[in-house]
């Protein structure tokens, strides 16, 4: 396990290594993010913007019109809730080259409570037109995608997750943006997760395999533009489905997948995510129990679509 | 120090498509019954002075990449803009006839990505400064000695946005940078004054660290002189007041609200179009 903010500060040394248009801006939460990494071997491509993540993304927007690939990295909530604005008129409507990364997302903040929790930043973001929308399963999937994003032309939002959480992929993963991939097999349902709720998928699968329950897991860290085939095809396979995300139910992953789901295959399905509150200070899994995110959740949400599939 | 001491004749030109510029919004506006009137004639003499005196820009080439940058903070001043770089040959006047109709490029508030020479999508405001300070960075990390310069409108400064980039265009030393705010102290629902007061202008911005010019945004001589001093300061970004006239040219639009956002009547068209042809 490595502390997924690692592998992202790392990485994303790695490409700046590579990749001499590539500019870092923070607002004075470089060591929380980790962009640290990059601010200290390339002090003359790393701006301090203060606390002003308005004007952070006015900058990138305007860098990025002249050229330059800029990852403006902050909190979620920073980033998504306070400046909604300037994400749509200034960075997304030009459709401008602006790398925006949301760290301490859903209930995984560092106990720092309600205040800091992102629950309505993937909503948010998905509702701006032109955003391509990630978070990552693990830290190595963490890695794949700055390296990803930073190949891609065009405004992306990242979720970065700050504490180390089990590996659902190797080192030598390939992350390719828009491609959903099987993690788990089973016949009997599919449970379609992103973000740190692809190994608690996995947890869930597999003690469900002991119950002679076959459940795919099927990790979606893509979630705009949504792989539609992957959703439409688990559907068919399996004829339910459970989603599992970090966030709110209302307007993320569970959403996305119902969209695409209702549109095209039917099927009995339940959401999995942080049922439209605001949380607390806790530790990551004290939280996934109290919010009723946690694998026995999933499980159980398993059976009820099961249960339906089958009525 | 370069002094413009502009020619008679050439100050008669400036002002003779300032006038056509005026004529050019109005039209606009009441052709597509939408539109912001009195913002663009305000702001028209300034637009004038830069594209046609100061911007080292290529209509034929408007992605050059050493081009000067000018953003319209003020995205409302869209008719002035559009009037201004059809003038300055960016793309024939007679597209002007489809501003604000379905499938036309240009969008009562600018969109960068459909008009030639237009370098943000503007209209949110408050947005504009932090662009422009991120074009004036990209320079400096270049290496290269375009200047930007960004327009904003007063009753926009309200927005915290723009004290943010105030603070951080100052910090990074963006003296490549030139905001003009266009002070005509009238917003849509009244004076500025009264909406919420933005005065002391230059102690606010001196407090902020930004060098500070106060001119007429209607005298050419003196907007040039003030944007070749701005240029020409080292160290800090300027900011240039420029005391306008909201409804600048029309006498019966001129200092008032009711033309923030009006559509003149048929009457109202033709005097007012007979005025600025006087």
Redesign the interface.
Known sequence: MVAVREAFGKTLLEVGHTNKDIVVLDADLASSTKITYFAREFPERFFQCGIAEQNMIGVAAGLAACGKIPFAASFAVFVSRRPADQVAISVAYPGLNVKIIGAYTGLFNGRTGASHMAVEDISIMRAIPGIIIIDPADAAETAGAVRAIAEHKGPVYMRETRDEWPDVFGDGHIFEIGKASEVRSGDDVSIIAAGVMTSEAITASEKLKEEGIGAKVINMSTIKPIDEEAVIKAAAETGAVVTAENHNIYGGLGSAVAEVLVENHPVPMQRIGIRDVLNESGTNRELLNKFGMSYMNIMEAVKNVIARKDS | MKEYGESKEELKRLKEISNKIRCSIITMVKDASVGHIGGSLSVTDILVALYFKVLNIDPKNPDW?NRDRLILSKGHGATAIYSVLAERGFFPAKELETFGIIDSKFQVHP???KVPGI??????L??????????????K??SRDYHTYAILGDGEIQE??IW??A??SA??KLDNLTAILDYNNVQLMGDVSDIMEIAPLDLKWESFGWNVIETDGHDFEKILTSIDRARNTKGCPTIIIADTTKGKGVSFMQDTCAWHGNVPSDDEYEKAIKELKN
């Open positions: 990449e969109d960068k990505t370098e943000a999508s503007t209209g949110a408050g947005q504009g400064l932090s662009v422009a300070a991120g074009m004036a960075l990209a320079a990390l270049d915290g946005q943010e980039a603070m951080f910090h990074y």
